[in-house]
T-cell receptor, first 115, second 115 residues
Framework: DTEVTQTPKHLVMGMTNKKSLKCEQHMGHRAMYWYKQKAKKPPELMFVYSYEKLSINESVPSRFSPECPNSSLLNLHLHALQPEDSALYLC??????????????FGSGTQLSVL | AQKVTQAQTEISVVEKEDVTLDCVYETRDTTYYLFWYKQPPSGELVFLIRRNSFDEQNEISGRYSWNFQKSTSSFNFTITASQVVDSAVYFCALNNPSGTYKYIFGTGTRLKVLA
């Protein structure tokens, strides 16, 4: 079983809806990530939080808004999405102290469909 | 520039066959880290192994083995006596200290193990 939990597993939303994706980890990791993955493609980094502060934003459109309320939780707020935003959204976490050499631990993702 | 190439898009083998997944990387850094991840149909990426650039020792874990060769910039992954449960997409990834939290993923190799 994964130690990174994502909800919901599936989400269908219209272009005018507002929804949120949630991610939770209890491994004591202080770095958390959002990735977007299109079918048959590798994951693409969207955001990184380190010690609850946003450290990387890969020029993601503002219709995606991340939030890290505490060290265990990561949210991704969605508003006015486009059909091309349909994808698998993956949350991941890692230790910070080990630097970039530590592995990422992923959740099972939210499969998002925008109609 | 950093890059990870997985030239094999899809491989099909019959159960109990051995299979090797290739990974070739490019980086100018002397310190870097290489990873393999498995993504089964359930969606989550599972961390398999990490190797740093100063450790060229090959590693074996059960039916899995990894061959790291700096001379050819390769980090290949072999599954011995493959099983149907090994069917997944496998990603090779690269990270280095100057890249902070940015993992460079290859395009993935889809492995199908037929019963």
């Amino acid at each position: 079983d994964t130690e990174v939990t994502q909800t919901p597993k599936h989400l269908v939303m219209g272009m005018t809806n507002k929804k949120s994706l949630k991610c939770e980890q209890h491994m004591g990791h202080r770095a958390m990530y959002w990735y977007k993955q299109k079918a048959k493609k590798p994951p693409e980094l969207m955001f990184v939080y380190s010690y609850e502060k946003l450290s990387i934003n890969e020029s993601v459109p503002s219709r995606f808004s991340p939030e890290c309320p505490n060290s265990s939780l990561l949210n991704l707020h969605l508003h006015a999405l486009q059909p091309e935003d349909s994808a698998l959204y993956l949350c991941a976490s890692s230790q910070v102290s080990g630097g970039p050499g530590v592995g990422l631990f992923f959740g099972s993702g939210t499969q998002l469909s925008v109609l | 520039a950093q890059k990870v190439t997985q030239a094999q898009t899809e491989i099909s083998v019959v159960e109990k066959e051995d299979v090797t997944l290739d990974c070739v990387y490019e980086t100018r850094d002397t310190t870097y880290y290489l990873f393999w991840y498995k993504q089964p149909p359930s969606g989550e990426l599972v961390f398999l192994i990490r190797r740093n650039s100063f450790d060229e020792q090959n590693e074996i874990s059960g039916r899995y083995s990894w061959n790291f060769q700096k001379s050819t910039s390769s980090f290949n992954f072999t599954i011995t006596a493959s099983q149907v449960v090994d069917s997944a997409v496998y990603f090779c990834a690269l990270n280095n200290p100057s890249g902070t939290y940015k993992y460079i993923f290859g395009t993935g190799t889809r492995l199908k193990v037929l019963a």
